[in-house]
C-alpha cells in the first residue's frame, strides 16, 4: 500500500535510526526505496542491514532521487521521508487508514521538530493547522475550499503523502537542482487534486541540524527566488 522513498547521502550517523523507524511500524504492507545518491560514507554499509530496494546513482540531489524512486514506486501511496529523521510506529497505519476511507489524493498532516543530539519533541506551530476554520472539512477538500488561507498551508514533501497513480497521471516531478523544490512539487499537486485531506496528527519526527537546508536557507538565496519565480508562474 505504500512506497516509502530514502534518499541517501553522506547520513552513517543518522540512517540506521531512519530505517529502524520504518521497519518498526504496526502497518506492515509497504515497500522501501532507498536511493543511494553517490554517498561517501558508509551509510550503504548500514542500509544492506534491512530489507529494501536500493537505486544506485551518481550524485544528483534531492529532487532526482526522489524522481528516479518514483519512477519504480508500486505503491498505492507514496511517502517521502529524509534520511535523518524518523516515523513514529504507527504512521503508516494512520495515514493509510485516513487516506483511503477519503479516498484521497493528497494527504497532509502533522509532525515535531528535535534537535540534533536531544530527545525532546518539540512542538511546531507551522504545522499545527490552527489557521483552518472551525468549519473545515478537513477529511476531503480541493484547492477552491481553502482559497482564502490557501498561502498558510504548510509545505513538505515528507509531511504529505501522495496516491502513486495522481503522481503518474500527472507525471509530476520535483524541480531538478533547486532546494525548496517540494513547494513546487505540492503547488502543482494541490492545484490538480479533486481529494485533499488534513489529518490532525504528529505522526513525523523533523530533525534539526546546523546542516538542514531550511536551517541555511540564505546560502540557497538564488534557488528561493527560482522557486519564487516558477510559483508566479
Known amino acids: 500500500k505504500f512506497s516509502i522513498i530514502i534518499p541517501v547521502y553522506n547520513v ?21 526505496i532507498v536511493v543511494n545518491d553517490g554517498t561517501k560514507d558508509n551509510s550503504m554499509d548500514i ?36 534520511r535523518d529523521d524518523y516515523l513514529k510506529s504507527d504512521t503508516i497505519e494512520k495515514l493509510y487508514n485516513f487516506a483511503n476511507k477519503n479516498d484521497l489524493e493528497l494527504c497532509s498532516f502533522s509532525g515535531y521538530n528535535f534537535i540534533d543530539g536531544e530527545n525532546e519533541l518539540l512542538e511546531n506551530k507551522y504545522w ?30 515528507c509531511l504529505t503523502i501522495y496516491k502513486n497513480d ?39 519526527c523533523r530533525r534539526i541540524h546546523g546542516n538542514s537546508i531550511t536551517q541555511n536557507w540564505d546560502k540557497h538565496f538564488n534557488d528561493y527566488i527560482k522557486i519564487v519565480d516558477i510559483l508566479l508562474s
Do not use: W
Open 166 to 204: 495522481f503522481i503518474k497521471k500527472h507525471q509530476f516531478e520535483f524541480p531538478k537542482g533547486l532546494c525548496f523544490e517540494d513547494n513546487v512539487f505540492y503547488s502543482k499537486a494541490l492545484l490538480s487534486a479533486q481529494r485533499c485531506g488534513i489529518l490532525k496528527e504528529k505522526l513525523y
Open 128 to 157: 499545527d493547522f490552527d489557521f483552518l476554520p472551525t468549519d473545515f472539512n478537513c477529511d476531503h477538500f480541493n484547492y477552491k475550499d481553502c482559497f482564502d488561507f490557501i498561502n498558510k498551508l504548510p509545505v513538505s514533501s
Open 47 to 82: 542500509v544492506k542491514n534491512y530489507d529494501v530496494k536500493v537505486i544506485e546513482q551518481k550524485n544528483q540531489g534531492l529532487s532526482c532521487s526522489r524522481n528516479n524512486a518514483m519512477k519504480i514506486a508500486k505503491g498505492e501511496y507514496i511517502q517521502f521521508l529524509d
Open 12 to 32: 552513517e550517523k543518522y540512517i540506521d535510526g531512519c530505517l529502524k523507524s520504518v521497519m518498526n511500524q504496526s502497518y506492515k504492507d509497504y515497500e522501501v
